[in-house]
């Protein structure tokens, strides 16, 4: 596969948790916590289980930065 998205963290799948239309998938990438929004659809589609190797992979325009 080949992507235009530089940002592919590999991570495993620690939870997935579907609500009516929407998954909420998490992705522990070197102990961080991602969490994914993808429709049910997509989680079947892709045969997603806990305990999966998956890269997270993230587009945005924007990214804040805030001080803590």
Known sequence: ????ARNALPG???DIK???????V??????IIVTAS??????DDLGLK???KV????KASDVMVAIP
């Not at 596969?1 to 235009?4: A, C, P, Y």
């Not at 993808?38 to 989680?43: D, G, R, S, W």
Request: net charge positive; glycine share 10%; charged share 20%.
């Open 1 to 4: 596969m080949r992507i235009s």
């Open 50 to 52: 806990v305990g999966d």
């Open 12 to 14: 495993k799948i620690v």
């Open 26 to 31: 998490r992705i522990d990438v070197n102990g």
């Open 38 to 43: 993808i429709t049910n659809e997509a989680v």
């Open 18 to 24: 579907k609500g009516a239309t929407t998954a909420h």
């Open 55 to 58: 890269h997270a992979v993230i």
